[in-house]
């Protein structure tokens, strides 16, 4: 009896010690993933975070060619860390969705990022991939053919977020959730039909 009563304060000690070191992003968590630095690590908060998935956002969509226009999708936060959202409102065609998102994988590989999964689903093909620095960068297809780029940080200290500052090429869409499906037609990535 008095066997299972000791039995049971130790499994607390380890489930309580379990979810300790399982918390977002463990500190040692860059040197099992192939020395990849957590933002806490080096002093990053969520608004530093939230600026450098700004600007990989900007940089991805940048280097897909011919341009689509976007919208800022919502920012949401976590725990330790921040995503940052965008919509494609171009309407890419069933046939190019696939050609768009080599391009996105094409740029990432260029700049260093490691592919992390490519999705070959005809419906709702999407690329994952990793930066050097433990962001998580994807472009996806979902409901009705839109397309979704998401900039995942790694863990960092908490803070406040703003609104992002860099300007959509097209209606901003502020304050309407949820976005509309994609409108804008392009002479290479809409073909005839939707």
């Not at 009563?5 to 489930?15: F, I, M, Q, S, T």
């Not at 998935?53 to 936060?77: E, N, Q, Y």
């Not at 890419?92 to 070959?120: C, G, H, M």
């Not at 689903?121 to 053919?145: L, M, Q, W």
């Amino acid at each position: 009896m008095s066997r299972a009563k000791r039995a049971l304060p130790l499994g607390a000690v380890v489930l309580a010690l379990g979810v300790v070191l399982s918390g977002c992003g463990s500190e040692d968590a860059g040197a099992r993933d192939g020395g990849v630095s957590t933002g806490k690590e080096r002093g990053m908060d969520m608004q530093e975070a939230a600026e450098q998935s700004d600007a990989m956002l900007d940089a991805v969509l940048k280097g897909i060619d011919p341009d689509v226009r976007w919208a800022h999708g919502p920012t949401t936060t976590r725990a330790c860390g921040v995503t940052r959202r965008r919509a494609v409102m171009t309407v890419v065609s069933p046939e190019l969705r696939q050609t768009f998102l080599d391009r996105a994988e094409t740029f990432w590989r260029k700049n260093d990022y490691r592919i992390k999964a490519v999705n070959k689903d005809e419906k709702f093909p999407a690329v994952y991939a990793v930066t050097k620095n433990g962001f998580g960068v994807s472009v996806s297809f979902r409901g009705k053919g839109q397309a979704f780029l998401e900039a995942d940080s790694p863990c960092v200290k908490e803070s406040k977020v703003a609104a992002p500052t860099s300007e959509p090429n097209g209606p901003s869409y502020k304050d309407v959730y949820p976005l509309p499906r994609p409108n804008v037609r392009s002479d290479f990535w809409s073909g005839t039909g939707d």
